[in-house]
């Protein structure tokens, strides 16, 4: 059985991630950055510049304030996050937009789709099913 790798900087993003997120919902006063999530970072093999990627529930408008907070805050949650870690240097940090949810979220529908189609297709009606015991069979 092969082995995922697991290397350092995969473990150092996922430390990153948990950080990165707590920092937002306990440390930032923001309210801008209030209904933000953290999914995913991803970080340079040498551990200097970290993508931390999150999502929002927020209109258009709402949302383009929310990341303009979080750039405003990463000064202060890369420093948090130097407290935090023990890494040589702290990572920058660059927050995107996370656009795998509604991509997933749309995949999912689109299986839970197909999938009633096949149950639909596959139900045996009555003239398919297979006859039960004693059923029509003439009385001997």
């Known amino acids: 059985m092969a082995k995922t790798a697991y290397n350092r900087a ?3 993003a996922d430390q990153i991630r948990m950080e990165v997120a707590d920092i937002i919902m306990r440390k930032t006063k923001d309210p801008r950055v209030a209904s933000v999530t953290v999914t995913d970072v991803e970080i340079t093999n ?3 510049l970290a993508r931390v990627f999150v999502t929002t529930l ?3 408008e709402q949302e383009r ?3 303009v907070g979080l750039n ?3 000064g202060f949650i890369r ?11 702290t990572p920058e940090i660059v927050f995107q937009k996370d656009v795998s949810g509604p991509r997933g979220d ?5 299986l839970d789709h197909l999938d009633e189609e096949r149950k639909k297709d596959v ?6 099913a297979p006859a039960k015991a004693g059923e029509g069979q003439g009385k001997n």
């Open 10 to 12: 995969t473990r150092v």
């Open 46 to 48: 040498d551990l200097r």
């Open 58 to 60: 927020l209109d258009a």
């Open 65 to 67: 304030n929310a990341f």
């Open 72 to 74: 405003k805050a990463s």
């Open 79 to 89: 420093s948090e996050l130097g407290r935090r870690l023990n890494l040589r240097y």
């Open 106 to 110: 749309r995949l999912l529908s689109i």
């Open 123 to 128: 139900k045996p009606d009555e003239s398919t």
